[in-house]
């Protein structure tokens, strides 16, 4: 295994102390250093999100702990759930008496850990709503979508939602704006190569040579097909196709073409290419676009494709300010990004 | 276990003994799961062996909060999801107490009995660790005075464990092999028998 490393073991938490100590904006929470939260944390009247899940996903998920993103994230071992704990001091820490949103992936671990914090809270009169991110295609048909796991388009819902919730929205509206950009978005992956996890040293998968994933998860997991490896062009209109499929006819999109770790810029831009074509080819008109890594497996090889079907409503959202040390939006003029 | 020093003292001796059947769960699992069992077993046990060394709890409260939370961090499977939700949840129950009466034990466990149904989805009688659990309590409920409650508690989850071996499981991952598990001991409710073995054995 070729990793910068110190102890194994210690690979969350000299994260997080790296982090902090880059950027001031976040800090960890005196009571648990397994939570992120911006600074202020909470502010009087505003609806917090709280975010989290695994680590070894960034900028997913603490990389979205911002102003206009979310206010919080509860941070797990690699590839593990966050605990209860960790969850509702994250919670206690952002509320500012409006209530806070859960906002992650739909994933078994997180999902009963998230709940169970809830209701905790909840004895205590703390009021949480949760809104799951399902925009991962190739994990369930869509007639079973609610059973589909999340993944870079987590970053469309927090983006949307912490504009919401800066605009002061009240939970309700701001889990509403939620649950529309998760019901909006769409990802599928396409994997080349493994991440090695560093506590164990063992690949996430293994490939061979000249072949790829289709539909891979975020922690390796099996996708829908194995194929010998195609073109760039190739790769990119079958995703085009496969993602778009469940767009919003006639909708303007913004799309995220994300790198899964290891797989470069240049990469990423030409496979956009043949992806604004085939996209342009289906009918859609393209408003904002997003390249870079923004959801990750470590230094997984691979790349995703994210569309988000645009409206007036979210539209101005998304284009609204936002900063985190791993995410910036200056208010630009809507256009391409 | 009447105070927090001396369960804190058991619970690191019984796991340190657990961990050394992480084989075992690993080739139970195989049969019926994915063999995650050993390593959630093994690395949940240590984990939790070096957190209460490094925590000494003050309270019942305590103990349980870190003995869940260490165990769940350590690995990513659902049982030891499960189990850090389930010891949260009796972390509150018990709250500041730094002794327990023998009654509140068979509370604990029924509290962690209705988290584990509800947080994973299983009930009582579909051949998983809840039946184990469930032996226990009965046995602690109805306990004739003066017996001895860690013997109690063991016995109660081995006779369960062993009574459930003859049903097909109905949830959980072992579910998924359906006929196949007749016969076949439950991995999670042989966990469970293992760790009162462990208790009941730990030197007072």
């Known amino acids: 295994m070729r990793k910068f490393l110190n102890e194994p073991a210690d690979f969350v938490d000299e994260t997080l102390a790296g982090i902090v100590a880059a950027h001031s904006g976040l800090r960890l929470d005196p009571e648990d250093g397994r939570v992120i939260v911006r600074e202020p944390a909470a502010a009087p009247g505003r609806v917090g999100i709280v975010t989290g899940g695994g680590s070894g996903h960034l900028p997913v998920f603490l990389g979205y702990v911002g102003e206009g993103l979310c206010s919080a994230a509860a941070v797990g071992n690699v590839f593990s759930s966050p605990s209860v704990e960790t969850i509702e001091r994250a919670t206690r820490a952002v509320d500012g008496g409006a209530g806070v949103l859960y906002l992650y992936g739909n994933y078994g671990g997180d999902v009963m850990n998230f709940d169970e914090a809830a209701e905790l809270l909840g004895e205590d009169g703390l009021e949480t709503a949760t809104v799951l991110v399902t925009d991962d295609v190739a994990s369930a048909p869509a007639a079973e979508a609610e059973r589909r796991r999340g993944v870079a388009g987590m970053v469309f819902a927090y983006k949307l939602a912490g504009a919401a919730a800066a605009a002061g929205s009240s939970l309700a509206e701001v889990a509403e704006v939620a649950t529309a950009a998760a019901s909006r978005t769409r990802s599928m992956g396409v994997g080349l190569g493994p991440t090695i996890l560093p506590t164990t040293g063992v690949p996430t998968f293994e490939l061979d040579e000249g072949e790829m994933e289709i539909g891979i998860g975020i922690h390796g997991e099996r996708g829908i097909e194995r194929l010998p490896l195609a073109s760039a062009d190739a790769v990119g209109r079958d995703l085009a196709r496969r993602v778009c499929a469940e767009a919003v006819p006639g909708a303007p999109l913004a799309v995220m073409v994300n790198s899964l770790g290891s797989t470069s810029l240049e990469e990423l831009y030409i496979v956009y290419g043949s992806i604004a074509a085939e996209v342009a080819a289906l009918g859609f008109e393209v408003e904002r676009v997003y390249i870079g890594r923004y959801a990750t497996s470590m230094e997984m090889a691979g790349m995703s494709l994210t569309v988000l079907s645009l409206d007036q409503r979210l539209r101005e959202l998304l284009a609204a300010p936002a900063r985190s040390p791993f995410f910036c939006e200056h208010g630009s003029e809507l256009g391409h990004g | ?204």
Not at chain 2, 61 to 84: H, I
């Open chain 2, 1 to 204: 276990l009447a105070t927090v020093e001396e369960a804190t003292a058991a619970l690191t001796a019984a796991l340190a003994q657990l961990g050394g059947e992480a084989d075992r769960f690993r080739e139970l699992d195989a049969e019926v799961g994915d063999g995650d069992l050993g390593v959630t077993v093994g690395a949940g046990s240590a984990a939790v062996v070096a957190a209460l060394a490094e925590a000494a709890p003050q309270s019942f409260g305590e103990l349980f909060a870190a003995t869940g939370r260490a165990f769940a961090e350590a690995n990513p499977s659902t049982m030891a999801n499960l189990v850090g939700i389930a010891l949260r949840r009796v972390s509150r129950s018990a709250g500041d107490a730094s002794e327990l009466s023998a009654d509140a034990w068979p509370e604990l466990l029924a509290v962690a009995i209705a988290t584990i149904e509800k947080r994973g989805g299983a009930k009582l009688g579909e051949k998983t660790i809840l039946d184990a659990l469930e032996g226990s309590r009965a046995a602690l409920a109805e306990a004739p005075a003066g017996a001895d409650p860690l013997a109690l508690a063991r016995d109660g989850a081995v006779a369960a464990a062993a009574a459930i071996r003859p049903l097909e499981a109905r949830a959980g991952r072992a579910s998924w092999q359906g006929e196949r598990t007749r016969g076949a001991p439950d991995p999670g409710a042989e966990l469970w028998a293992a760790m009162t073995r462990a208790l009941a054995a730990a030197p007072a």
